[in-house]
């Protein structure tokens, strides 16, 4: 059964901080990782994507990937009070099929 | 624009009506997919597709029908036989390939059963 782990929150942290959100997965199988951005009553819309082990930064986002550990966590950078939502882990197996973790909500206090 | 659409934004079901939700997509994507939310929970496979007049039962498959006629459109039945079909169903699509195969998501629709 490939499952796909999260806290589910909140995560509180004030305007400006650093916000981490983290993620395991259990099928070593799983070639990528995405987060998703999702606000209340809105469908999830991509914010990234990973495949290799390390680092990838856009913008205020990092995400990691570290596959020995089955771990992917997303860094929000100067987190902002329009960040807070719910954010999505999701592995790809296989072909195309996505497997999502329940979410993390986020809450950014200004 | 390109992107995906879905119809109706809101549903309203009594029991033991079967209900068709639409999603179409001028992306040309050849990969489409049905997922339920529930409150507090995650996304959950119902059906997929990666060609035309081809499809695979996702985790929940069950109490559902979808159809593949065309590469744009993939609308899901919700039939009587799903015994709590109150949810929010969202349609993705996506290029296939290797490695970043995102998928898009539509604006989903919200389906109530009275």
């Known amino acids: 059964q490939k499952e796909v782990e999260q806290n589910s929150g909140p995560l509180s942290v004030p305007e400006g901080a650093i916000a981490s959100l983290n993620c395991t997965y259990s099928d070593r199988g799983s070639q990528s990782f995405f987060w998703y951005r999702q606000y209340s009553g809105k469908s999830p819309e991509l914010i990234m994507f990973i495949y290799s082990n390390g680092d990838k930064e856009d913008g205020r986002f990092t995400a990691q990937l570290n596959k020995a550990s089955q771990y992917v966590s997303l860094l929000i950078r100067d987190s902002q009070p329009s960040d807070s939502a719910t954010y999505l882990c999701?592995?790809?197996?296989?072909?195309?099929?996505?497997?999502f973790g329940k979410g993390t909500m986020l809450l950014v206090s200004p | 624009d390109g992107g995906i659409t879905q119809s109706p934004k809101y549903l309203f079901r009594k029991e033991g009506q079967n209900v068709t939700l639409s999603c179409e997509q001028n992306l040309n994507h050849d990969a489409m997919y049905w997922y339920r939310q529930d409150p507090g929970q995650g996304l959950r496979l119902i059906y997929y597709?990666?060609?035309?007049?081809?499809?695979q039962k996702g985790d929940i498959a069950e109490g559902y029908s979808v159809s593949r006629e065309k590469k744009e459109s993939f609308p899901l039945t919700v039939t009587s036989a799903q015994k709590n079909p109150t949810a929010f169903y969202l349609c993705a699509s996506s290029p296939l390939g290797q490695g970043d195969n995102e998928q898009f998501f539509g604006p989903g629709t919200r389906l109530t059963v009275l």
């Open positions: 999701a592995g790809l197996s296989g072909y195309s099929t996505l497997t």
């Open positions: 597709s990666q060609i035309v007049n081809d499809f």
